[in-house]
C-alpha cells in the first residue's frame, strides 16, 4: 500500500546463536554494523520473562530455527527492549529502531509514555513502536495483569499515550486506569509521538481500528492474505486516510541446516511474492 522505497530490517533479538547471550554489546554492534551497510530498520521484540508454557509445543531441536509462541525456550535471554535500544539509538544516526513488538499492558502507561518519549528524543525520531499483547497468559499472571481484560486494557493505554504526549496537564479517568492533571516531560520529538505499527496472526476488528487511529504500519504475524489487505485498504478509506500512507511490513524465515551454519538467504528469498 505504501509509495516507500523497500528497505531491509534486520530482527536483533533472539541471535544468541551469533553472539555469547551476556555479551549485549554485540547486539548493540550489529545495529551499528547493520547501519553502516544500510540497513534501513533493527527490531527488537520483547518479554518481560517467560515461564515453561512457552515450550510446551516442543522446542526447536535447531536453535537457529525460527520459535513461534508454544516452541520457545524459556531460557532464551530477553533483556529489556527499551533499555536495549536506549544503547543503540546511542550508538547510530540513522537507522530506525523498532520495538517490534512492545507488551504494553504489561507495563503502567505513564511510566512507557515517559520511557518512549525520551527514548525518541534521544534518537532524533528514529523510534518506531508496534504495541501488542501477546500471547504468554503466564506471563500476564507472574506480573498480575489481567490476561483476558489485555485488549482493553491496550486500549486505554493507547488513548493514555495520545493525551500525554500531546499537552500537559493531561487527564485520563477509564476503566482501569485514573488520573488528574499530570506533567509528562519532556515530549516525544514529534509532537504526535513515535510512529507506530500494529499487526498479529489474524486481521481482526481489534487490529483495524488500532491501525486506522494510531498507526503508520501494518507488520503481520505471517502472510496477510488478498481479504486482509482489502479489509485495510476499505477501514482506511472510510476513516478518511489514505491507504498508501500505511507502510507494510513482512519478513523471511531461512531454513538453517545446523545450529552454525548459516542459512539459504537465496532460497528464503523466494517465498515473497
Known amino acids: 500500500m505504501s509509495g516507500r522505497t523497500p528497505g531491509v530490517v534486520l530482527v536483533l533479538l533472539e541471535q544468541w546463536t551469533l553472539s555469547p547471550e551476556r555479551d549485549l554489546r554485540a547486539l548493540v554492534q550489529m545495529a551499528v554494523d547493520a547501519e553502516s551497510v544500510g540497513v534501513e530498520t533493527v527490531m527488537i521484540s520483547d518479554h518481560v520473562l517467560l515461564t515453561p508454557k512457552a515450550g510446551a509445543g516442543g522446542r526447536m531441536a535447531n536453535s537457529r530455527d525460527y520459535a513461534a509462541p508454544g516452541n520457545q525456550d524459556p531460557l532464551t535471554p530477553w533483556p529489556d527492549s527499551i533499555v536495549l535500544a536506549s544503547a543503540i539509538a546511542a550508538r547510530t544516526s540513522t537507522i530506525r529502531i523498532a520495538l517490534s513488538a512492545l507488551i504494553y499492558p504489561l507495563r503502567h502507561p505513564l511510566h ?157 528469498m523466494q517465498a515473497i511474492p
Open 112 to 268: 512507557t509514555a515517559t520511557q518512549l518519549a525520551t527514548l525518541d528524543l534521544l534518537s532524533e525520531g528514529r523510534l518506531v513502536v508496534q504495541p501488542t499483547v501477546s500471547w504468554l497468559d503466564e506471563e500476564y499472571a507472574a506480573l498480575g495483569v489481567p490476561f483476558k481484560q489485555r485488549g482493553k486494557i491496550l486500549d486505554e493505554q493507547l488513548a493514555i499515550m495520545r493525551a500525554v504526549w500531546a499537552a500537559s496537564p493531561a487527564s485520563f479517568q477509564g476503566e482501569f486506569y485514573r488520573f488528574d492533571d499530570v506533567y509528562l516531560e519532556p515530549k516525544c520529538w514529534r509532537p504526535e509521538g513515535p510512529r507506530m505499527w500494529f499487526g498479529g496472526q489474524h486481521v481482526h476488528g481489534p487490529i483495524l481500528r488500532r491501525l486506522v487511529e494510531y498507526g503508520h504500519g501494518f507488520h503481520p504475524f505471517g502472510t496477510p492474505t488478498a481479504d486482509d489487505l482489502v479489509a485495510i485498504r476499505n477501514a482506511m478509506t472510510a476513516a478518511g486516510r489514505d491507504p498508501k500512507s500505511i507502510e507494510m511490513i513482512g519478513g523471511i524465515r531461512p531454513s538453517f541446516p545446523s545450529d552454525h551454519q548459516p542459512g539459504d538467504l537465496d532460497e528464503a
